[in-house]
């Protein structure tokens, strides 16, 4: 048996109001991939933290190496070998890769503080052999893609000799290669003894990599299990605390009359010739790998990133849309992917955010009617079950499921009829999850038409009634109802032949 | 499943007290009881009329920046315009136009100045900070251009009265109520009409703003035209009250303007401040320069004092809200 690398024992954490975690003991061997899960809100970030130096422990202890620790600050856990690789990798876009692995620890002459460049490249180089050899130290990083990114954090994890490697969410805005070429390397991490904390909400992902699973729920940890004992259902039982009966609770809807037809839409580089109809009471899967162009496409309907041509039909009509206020005129909304950035205004509170597209619905002539606003604000928070300490609470001090709420209920205030999702529950835990989709199953039922892009493949085929596939922005395939199997959508959307 | 709490906003005084405008408001009622006991001749009330005459061209220009600034934006062209409009106007004026005719093209000028800048910030995207850099030494040169280093003066008695007359017969100065009434204006727009709340969501986050349907562009060219006519306008007060023009008049006030938004409490950044510190602000300053202005201090303390305001006020809200939220953790 490998030896304990990192042992936390009786550990709680204490914040003002809240135990975050509570008596938990843990262990982290050398040479095993260890994944964590458990809701938003459960305690897995509070744990790195603590791992990593940047909180200090209420109680408990932690031992590392055999040794008994305490970090003075986050810089002492590094130095001692403790790396932590976050979603968004936290580098400088304008420097190269060399500059970046060798940030904060570069190799100089000790008399002139000269930096000795080739040294710093010679090493990159050789770091970067064994992750991806296509990476060459003088590129910038802002020419890399985000799985690129991440591997030049791996590299500076590496080049500081790192024993314990914490992985959070990276696989989150990877595409499915992506994803595993990064599995491929963790193996080899692996191989090599360095021991991995792999966080992640795609419990597919943890199945394929990790050695031991421990779950997480409201501060305590729930059992730590071999990942051979589990199953999804257990995995999920484990995490809510209850059976969750139905992830998916797809009603079934007749289709109604065609509300929104797209033919020959092409934008230089990003996509081409999409064409495709949505019906009321439609739920349209849009399926694709990240940076296939659906997002383009979305954007480009609804009047954000125009279009070079094409034709967008509503109810009939040919239309033309030049910005998002057109489209909001005529009954379109968009909720978008990367929703604290376009999706919300997080500095400012719940009402404020739901009434900006309906501003005039709830004015006279201009003038704000505050009472108006506030009973539209709670009666749609209500709707989607918000939860909030009140309706003047500022949206960013709500969890990630609860600001997608918001992000939905503005739209739903307004008169819009077709409803573009774009990654609907996009990091969002599983209870979550489960109420945007009734949701979103409910409205379709109401005669919504929604288009859902969305890149897992459980959510698509659980929730769509026809399926649109896009590879490097073409429309590849189209499923109807019943059509579609697992392969054949991933099929389609890793490559343009039918 | 717990919902959200409907109670309503409790009044709180620490809150209360926390506020921005309110901090300012403490500072100006201090000042001047200290003022006021020190000084004689203070409480005069044809003094303290008499002395509004110099707030109130930065003062209505400062409304509008208000606005723009709360957008995330900047425009640090004004004092520009105010010179490139008055100049316009004396030009015409000194060539045979009708003194109110040469006014409308003063204001014309403004105007044009302004939307020039919003159309070339819209449709090109760029920093406004950049864009109204270039033009501040744009408009300022073709006021040079026209005047060259010439002043021009005797404007009809007519004129003087923008700058200088009073109300009838009472003590009120005539650009105090101009001022007072676009003050109020300014203060109804912001904080009740959806124009206001638009304004405060571009400045919050832009990309959220234009993909809830905000015309984003729309607001931004009206904002700066609006600028620019009352740059414009300001000019005219100016070049009346002084009784003569140069293509130098009004030199850095674009500046002292931004100073007296940011000590308002509108943040540089955008989304955050309110018309009604800005209106203290306005207040403030000018109390100081007038109360000051007994005691023989020059001019260029008054810099001092202003930058030290900025810095002081700034320094005790920080430390208030440290002070509070420490205070709520310990509990």
Request: net charge positive.
């Amino acid at each position: 048996m490998a030896e304990n690398i990192l042992e936390l024992k009786n550990i709680s954490k204490q914040f003002p109001g809240v135990l975050a975690l509570d008596g938990v003991d843990f262990d982290l061997k050398e040479g095993e991939v260890h994944a964590l899960v458990g809701e938003n809100g459960a305690g897995k970030s509070t744990l790195v933290k603590i791992i990593t130096g940047i909180y200090k422990s209420t109680e408990g202890n932690i031992i590392y190496k055999g040794k008994e620790i305490e970090w003075a600050n986050p810089l002492e856990s590094v130095m001692e070998g403790i790396a932590a690789i976050y979603q968004e990798p936290t580098i400088f876009p304008d420097l190269n890769v060399a500059e970046n692995i060798f940030m904060g620890h570069h190799k100089f002459n000790k008399y002139t503080r000269k930096i000795r460049w080739k040294e710093l490249y010679d090493k990159t180089r050789e770091l970067m052999k064994n992750l991806n050899p296509n990476i060459k130290p003088k590129d910038r990083i802002i020419g890399l893609s985000l799985a690129e990114r991440q591997l030049v954090e791996i590299a500076k994890a590496l080049s500081m000799e790192a024993k314990i490697i914490i992985m959070d969410e990276p696989t989150s805005a990877l595409s499915i290669s992506e994803s595993e070429e990064l599995f491929s390397i963790i193996e080899n991490l692996k191989q090599d003894g360095k021991a991995i904390l792999f966080i992640s909400h795609r419990l597919e992902d943890v199945f394929v990599v990790a050695d031991r699973v421990t779950v997480f729920r409201d501060g305590k940890l729930i059992g730590t299990k071999d990942i051979k004992d589990v199953t999804n259902e257990s995995l999920i039982e484990m995490m809510v605390g209850r059976k969750v009966k139905d992830l998916f609770p797809k009603i079934d809807v007749k289709q109604g009359k065609e509300v929104l037809r797209i033919e020959n839409l092409s934008k230089k580089g990003n996509f081409k010739n999409v064409s495709f109809s949505l019906h009321e009471g439609e739920i349209l899967g849009f399926y694709g790998l990240v940076g296939a162009g659906r997002t383009e496409v979305a954007k480009a309907i609804f009047g954000m990133d125009l279009a070079d041509s094409g034709k967008i039909f509503i109810r009939g009509k040919e239309k033309k849309i030049r910005n998002p206020d057109q489209a909001i005129e005529m009954g379109l909304a968009y909720v978008p992917e990367n929703r604290d950035e376009e999706g919300i205004i997080l500095d400012t509170d719940i009402t404020t955010n739901i009434s900006l597209p309906i501003l005039e619905s709830v004015s006279n002539f201009g003038w704000l009617d505050k009472n108006a606003e506030i009973k539209t604000a709670n009666k749609y928070s209500e709707m989607l079950e918000v939860k909030a300490s009140g309706l003047d609470q500022k949206v960013m001090n709500l969890s990630g499921g609860n600001k997608q709420k918001v992000s939905l209920a503005k739209w739903l205030a307004s008169k819009s009829k077709i409803l573009l999702f774009d990654e609907p529950t996009k990091g969002i835990d599983v209870g979550a999850k489960a109420a945007v989709h009734k949701f979103i199953s409910e409205l379709a039922s109401k005669g919504f038409a929604i288009l859902m892009i969305s890149s897992e493949l459980p959510e698509i085929m659980g929730m769509s009634d026809n399926i649109l596939v896009m590879h490097e922005g073409l429309v590849t395939n189209y499923f109807k109802k019943g059509e579609a199997t697992r392969e054949k959508i991933l099929q389609s959307a890793i490559s343009d032949k039918k | 499943m717990e919902m959200i709490d409907k109670s309503k906003k409790t009044f709180s005084v620490k809150s209360f007290f926390l506020r921005w405008e309110v901090l300012l408001l403490l500072i100006f009622i201090v000042y001047n009881i200290i003022i006021i006991f020190t000084t004689p001749y203070y409480l005069d009330i044809n003094n303290i009329f008499d002395m509004t005459f110099i707030f109130t061209e930065k003062g209505l220009v400062a409304l509008i920046m208000a606005f723009i600034i709360i957008t995330g934006n900047v425009d640090l062209s004004v004092a520009s315009i105010m010179g490139l409009s008055s100049v316009a106007m004396a030009a015409s004026y000194q060539a045979g136009v009708n003194i109110w005719a040469a006014f409308l093209i003063g204001l014309l000028i403004g105007t044009s100045a302004g939307f020039l800048n919003g159309m070339i910030i819209t449709r090109l995207s760029l920093p406004a900070i950049i864009i109204t850099l270039a033009t501040y030494s744009f408009y300022r040169g073709i006021a040079y251009v026209i005047l060259g280093n010439e002043a021009v003066s005797g404007f009809t008695k007519k004129f003087s009265y923008i700058g200088q007359g009073y109300i009838g017969n009472s003590p009120v100065p005539f650009p105090l109520i101009i001022f007072l009434i676009i003050a109020v204006i300014s203060i109804i727009i912001l904080h009740r009409t959806t124009f206001g709340r638009m304004v405060y969501a571009i400045g919050l986050n832009e990309k959220a703003a234009f993909a809830s349907g905000i015309p984003i562009k729309k607001i931004k060219l009206l904002l700066f035209t609006l600028s620019g006519f009352m740059s414009g306008f300001a000019g005219m007060i100016i070049t009346s009250r002084i009784g003569n023009t140069r293509p130098n008049i009004a030199t850095g006030f674009e500046l002292e303007i931004i100073t007296i938004v940011i000590l308002g409490g509108v943040m540089i950044t955008g989304g955050v401040g309110n018309m009604w510190g800005v209106f203290i602000s306005i207040v403030l300053i000018s109390t100081i320069r007038y109360g000051l202005g007994f005691h023989n201090v020059p001019g260029q303390i008054m810099l001092v004092v202003t930058g030290g305001l900025l810095i002081s006020s700034i320094l005790i809200n920080n430390f208030l809200k440290t002070f509070v939220s420490n205070r709520v953790l310990k509990r």
